[in-house]
Every structure is written in C-alpha cells, then in structure tokens.
C-alpha cells in the first residue's frame, strides 16, 4: 500500500503532502494507469490520518484527471500522459524597459508639465467618489462610459468648442488608441483610411495594425489636401483641423468646407476629426469644430484628456453622429467599457466643479509664457538667424525650420549629444518628403521651463554651431 | 465702411462682436470675394475701439480663412463657400440605456458582491499614490503597465497559481476585450480562432468584430474536445481549462495534456488560457495552469481583476511566452498602457500589502456561504427533485439542469416575470445544440445574499410548477 513520510509538523497540509506524493507515483509509472487504489478508510487506517485527509487528497487527484472514481467500485488510476514539451529554453527575455535616453532639456511632444496637476483637488474628489461606496461604482457601467461625465463633456464641448453633442452621442475610452481600434471595427475595414502626411505616425500605426489599408495623403499650406482624398479611394479620412501636427497648420474656413463636401458626396464617407490639443489656443477665439460645420453626420470628433490633464489619467471620448451611434448600439453594446468608474465619476465630478475649466486657464498661461520664452531665447541666441518657428498660434509644440546648410537627423542627433531631445519632423513622414524639404524639428515645450530655454538653446548653439 | 452696433457693456469682448460681424457680412455676401477690408487703424479710428480690438478680429478671421493677408496691401476676404451639407434632422438619437430588467433575485454572472470591496482601504491607498504627486504618476507609464503592479502579479501568480511569470512578460490592459483585441493583431487575422462551444459568447464576437475567423469547438466532459481543435485547422485556441464558462468543467489534467501537444505541434499554434475566476475554488487545492504545465511557450495567460475585485475597477492582464514578447515589443510598443496609472499604483500597493488575498479569502468565504445556501434551499424546495446542479466545485455559478418536460426559455422567461433573473444555457450556444440535451440554466450567486436564496427558489417553485 502507499506509504509516503507524512510530516504533521511541516507547513504543507497532510492532504497535500499525500497527494503530491501519490502525483508523483503516478506520474512515475509507479502507480500503473488502471491501477485500483485502496479506499478511503482502508488508506487513513493504514497512515493514521483522517478519513477527511485522504478524500482531500483523492479529490485533488480526482479533480486533476489522475484518477478516476467508479461508484461501489472505487479509485482508479487514469491515463497521464507525458507533458508534450520537454521544457526548454526560451529565447532570453527582452530588457524591462527600453533604453530611453534622459535628457537634461527634453521637448519631447508626448508629455504635460506635472507641475499643474491638481493632486489635492484630484485626491478630494477621488475620496468623495470612494466614499459613496455604491454599488454602482463597481459593477460594470455602461458601455459607452458613465452619464455624468458625458453628460459634463457634452457641456464644456458646447462652452468651448461650439459643439452640440448630446450625452447619448459619446463614446469615453481608454485613450485614442481603444477608440480608434473600436472606429475601425464599427467603419469596417474594407474601407480605405486617409491619414495626413506628414502627420502623427501612431495614428498610421494603429489603423494599419488593426487591419485597415491606410493611405498617407499630401499636405498644403490650409491642411490635408481634399483633391488627394478624391484621387486615393479614401472612405476615411483622419484630420487635426485645429493644430496639425506637427506642422501646426489651422484649417481654414475654406478647406474645412471642402472637406465636408467631400464627406457629403458619400453615404460611406466620414471624417474623423482629431482635435487632441483645441484647448490651447493663445490667440483669438478657437476656431469652430469641423463637427459643428457638419449638418450630414459625417464627422467622428474625437479628443483626449491627455494634453489638457494627464497622459496617464487614459480618458479619451468621441462623438458619433446619430446614425452611427445606432449601428454602435446594435452591435458594439456587449463592449464594457474600458475606463475605471472611479476615474470617470472622479473626472466628471472635476469639469462640474469648474476645475477643469480652471485648470485649463492655468495651463495656457503656463504655456504661453514657456512658448514666449522659447522664442525670446531664439532671438537671443541667433537661433531665429538660422531657422524660423511655425505653428506657433495654437497647440503645444512649435516647428522650427532650419537652413538647408544641415540635415535635421544629424540635428536631432547633435542635440540628444547634448542632452537635448528635439524631434527631427521625418518622424512623421509617411513616405519620403520632397527632396527640397528643409530641415526642420518638432519642438513640444511643455515641460521645459521658461528659465531653462536660453541655457537649452545655448546647448543647440554650441552643437549646431551658428 | 463696417458698423457693426458694438456693445461695450455686453459680456462678449468687442472684438469677438466685431468679428461675428464681419464674418456674418462675409457669410450673407455683403462683402463681397476680393474685397478688401479697411486698414486696422481706420476701422479702430472709425469704430472708435482700439487697434487690438481690431486686430483680434482680422487675426480670427485670418485663422479661419475668411480673410487673407496680403502683405503691404491689406486684408482680402476670401472664399468662404456654403456648408456643404443642409443641416438636415438625423435619425433620432437611441434612448440613453438600453431597459435592464430590474430582478429582485438577480442570478446574473456578470457582477460581484459589492458589499466586499474594501472601499476605505482603497481610499487610504489612492491617497498614498496621489500625495507622492510625482511627475511618473502623470505622464505616459510603461505600454506594458506599471513595473511595480506587474511585480505585484508576477508574485501573485507564482503563490497562488503555480506560474513562473517574469514581470517583464506580464502586459496589463483596461479589461479582456482590449486584451484580446491586441492579441489578434498579436498572433494575426490570418489565424482561425477556436473558442469553446457553449462558452462564453462574448469572446466569439470580440474576436469576429476584430477580424478573425472564429471557429466553435464542441466539448465533451472533459472540457474542449482536442480532436475536434485538430480537424478544424484552428490556430489559436481560447479555453476556459479551470472552471469552463458556464458548463464548470474542471479539465483534467490529461485533457490539458493533450492541449499542450496540440499547440506544440505547430509553430503558430497558441492556447489563449482565460483563467477568469480561478481565485474562486472551493475545495481541494487549484489545479495548476496550463500555463505552468508548458514547456513550450505556446501557452498565453489571460485573467482579470473584474471577477476577483470589481468589472468596474478595468483591469486584466496576460502573460506572454518569450518569443511573443519579443514580437510585441518589437511591434506593439507603440500602443500606450490602456489603465490610468493612478489604478495601477493603487493595485499594486493593495496587493504588496497583502489586501488582495485578504479580499480574495473573505469573497470566497462569503460566495462558499452564498453556494451552500442555494444547494440547501434547493433541497428544501424540491427543486433537486427536477433538476440537478453541476459544476460547483468552482467559480461564482453553478448550472442547473433541468428536466426535460420544460424548454429552457419558458423556464427563464417564468422566472422572469416573477422578478428572478436567470440566463438559459442557450445564450452560450454559438451553434444549435444537440436536439437531446436536456434544458438549463446559470446561476451566478454572487449578488444575492444567503436569506434571499429560499424566497428566490419558492418564487421559482411557483412559477415552474414543480
């Protein structure tokens, strides 16, 4: 009979002492398959344990496919049959984390200066949501995202960006990503996808990955160019209307209306307007929405909370047209919604407070004051001698064209020596520019502050040398 | 010259009146395409506003395209074309929430108990993070999520499930859609999916709606059938091997064997191992994973916070074997993680602290209670005398088998109109099932508490007539 060493001493239960042990003959062949085993009571009385002890181990047993129970028959050792795969060595894991170089003075374009955020009014809000303890803050909410905070969307895109979107229109996602991801499921991927060229390399990324054919369509000085989306079969075109990037074009009344009209020519046609950093604007009014020009529900607007709160607070929205919305409903209703609730009652309960708002006006003032020190150190370096800013008016980057003397990756690569991180604008070239392109760098100032630009451009000075 | 009626006591700033002015005029033809507009200095002169006011206006005007500069000859308006499209009444907007039926016994599957979630610790813990005020809690987190939750789970998973997970393989996502969505761009449209039939209908539509073709394996008692896996040229295969939703199926460890060789047969075959309510056994110690039985990396781990802490919180996570991290990394690094990084941090301090196997033990505790209390007041009621309950040994539901003199959708329906929601087994149908199987329906006990289960069933009684 078995007679494994049961230690009661030991930290591992009998019952899973006797069940490894009795694993092991099994799958030593010690214990042949069809193997009767003793009873129950008849292997207690044998090992002076519980009868309770060895059903917990035969269960175990039973459960995992080691043996079998036949009724008034007993236990009997089943078929287990070697593991498939000797274990092997994989391929060796990839390092953690990407070598991503520190710079000293970074203009990167994918971050927020951490300083503004409202931790304390965050935390409050975050205390007062958790402190309902309802129910309904833990089940799964609806799928488009909770009400009150579309319904606080809905309202501030009406204040601010002449948008009349109803509640019921709008989509809230984990980031731009999910939602253009969820787009492509809901417009279908036999259509063909324009994106801006250059433009924002990930958007080509994610459609492409998620199995739409996309085409990169040509630029001029209003914007995407709207004979080219006739030309190229697109269904779909994706825009930044209000700040492209990187060029930082705003389009036109005009070309907005071309746009339009070429969306309208279609019943397949949509545009989908990316409108990722409307709010700041540093001069004027903000230009009216592409979705507010739009009486045919042909316009996706879609925006984040990344470039006016926090990259990694993952709240991003849309706003279908009604005819849209419907399909969504029939067939994307099963999807769950991909935004914490915590998150988003906490977000809602922050635009009803006016902190957003709030928050908004501080960030613009702070911004404006990093882009006006930016381009007071231009000057005062000579910078401006040898290259000029664009897309200054609105958004959270500037371009800087350079002299055609250099070559903007060898102008990146000076600066990084430097600690400098500056973009060259190939980065958002979709296919290869025009030869007589000048160089020229994607400059996002958002976490560089106002004391540091003049010893950041001192640094380029000395590594470009002009 | 323009006069507009400026209104220097209204709320609007005058320059915002006088371009709504002059864009109207533009918009209704009064100025005409060509025409040039007055210097800024003689309309401020004639206006009497001063030459900023002015120069506000021309500058939106400039932005929008309504005007164009010339340089040293003035403002031209420009071409601003109607609207493309007649605004025109959309189809009417769908209701804000699709009806839920409002049960007093609600049997659904889909929702915890959320009397246990430990709202004051969580509270506690969010503050933590968020007082750091830390410049990484705010911008973009690693695309595979934070380093110390993915440490969190990677210990987790070794305690508690027997898995050898290096955090580096680990990728948190904001739920299993979004998972599985990045997964088939993953592993490739080309793939045929296998998901368990009955099974869980919603990863069927998740993988159809991300553009794979999706195959319905049947099962026998020993869960997903491997010889049906063979003959159907599937790919991928998505299995539920510790507690099958809805049947409860255990599979077996020879069963898991076989599955093993399957994937290991071919260098593109993978198992999609969705462990969803593993934490949830209640007796007998858990089967090993499939994971922690393959030596050959073909297995892909999927679980999710939903079922073990809230759906609302928006957190699952998978491991990926070696060579598809590699392949991620090299491919998907782009995406950003989909879970806000103030969750992120939270769950991993909650789970350091020993609060998620606290939480984990006190929810199995109660569901343990809840289970026994619906077995008991399923004798009590008689209604083990027409039905029997089957896979019980795990999870949050059971399934109850029905005798044959009913139909499963009368059955459900009945216990409907009585205010008992339970779902017939035929929602996990994804092909018609065999003609002789007997009726039944799932019951998750999650939501209703231990003195409720009595009441529930005599509703029932009364309704099924048994």
């Known amino acids: 009979m078995l007679t494994p060493m049961l230690d009661s001493g030991g930290s591992m239960p009998l019952y899973e002492q006797l069940y490894r042990h009795i694993r092991g003959e099994i799958q030593a062949g010690r214990l042949a398959v069809g193997e009767r085993l003793p009873s129950k009571r008849a292997l207690a009385a044998h090992l002076k344990i519980s009868v309770v ?3 917990g181990a035969y269960n175990q047993l039973l459960a995992e496919g080691y043996l079998q129970s036949q009724p008034k028959r007993g236990f009997f050792v089943q078929a287990a049959e070697a593991l498939p795969v000797p274990a092997q060595e994989g391929p060796p894991l990839p390092p953690e984390e990407p070598p991503r170089p520190g710079f000293q003075y970074n203009f990167s374009t994918s971050a927020v200066d951490t300083g503004l955020f409202p ?3 965050w935390a409050k809000l975050m205390r007062e949501v958790l402190s309902q303890q309802e129910a309904t803050l833990l089940n799964s909410t609806h799928p488009q995202g909770v009400l009150q905070l ?3 969307i809905a309202s501030h895109l009406y204040r601010f960006r002449g948008i009349q979107a109803h509640p019921a229109q709008i989509v809230v996602g984990a ?5 253009i991801s969820l787009l492509v499921q809901l417009l279908g991927r ?8 250059p433009g924002y390399a990930k958007t080509h990324r994610i459609l492409s990955s998620c199995g739409a054919e996309v085409v990169p369509i040509p630029l001029d000085s209003h914007g995407l160019r709207v004979d080219a989306l006739e030309d190229s079969g697109v269904g779909v075109a994706h825009v930044t209307p209000s700040h492209h990037y990187p060029l930082g074009i705003i389009m036109p009344a ?5 746009l339009l009209r070429w969306a309208s020519q279609r019943e397949d046609r949509y545009i989908l ?3 990722y950093d409307s709010e700041f604007r540093f001069s004027g009014r903000p230009i009216p929405a592409l979705q507010s020009m739009d009486g045919g529900g042909r316009v996706i607007y879609l925006n984040t909370f990344a470039k006016s709160l926090a990259p990694s607070l993952r709240v991003s929205y849309m706003v279908l047209p009604p005819q849209l919305l419907e399909r969504w409903r029939r067939e994307f209703w099963f999807y769950a919604s991909t935004v914490p609730s915590f998150e988003q009652y906490a977000l809602a309960k922050f635009m009803e407070g006016g902190h957003f708002e709030r928050h908004i006006s501080r960030s613009r003032l702070r911004y404006k004051a990093r882009r006006e020190a930016l381009l007071a150190a231009a000057r005062d370096t000579g910078l401006t001698q040898v290259g000029s800013f664009a897309g200054g008016d609105a958004g959270l980057h500037l371009l800087l064209w350079m002299d055609r003397r250099w070559k903007e990756g060898e102008l990146a690569a000076r600066a990084a020596e430097v600690g400098v991180g500056v973009s060259p604008l190939s980065v958002c070239d979709l296919t290869p520019p025009p030869a007589d392109r000048p160089p020229a760098l994607i400059l996002g100032y958002t976490q560089v502050p106002p004391q540091d630009m003049t ?3 001192e640094r380029l000075k000395a590594a470009w040398k002009f």
């Not at 036999?190 to 060229?197: A, F, P, Q």
């Open 53 to 55: 002890t060895v059903e």
């Open 119 to 121: 931790f304390a009014t």
């Open 150 to 152: 579309r319904q606080a």
């Open 175 to 179: 980031g731009s990503e999910v939602l």
């Open 190 to 197: 036999e259509s063909r996808y324009g994106v801006e060229n």
């Open 254 to 258: 005009a070309r907005r209306q071309a």
């Open 273 to 275: 307007e990316d409108d």
């Open 455 to 457: 010893p950041a451009l």
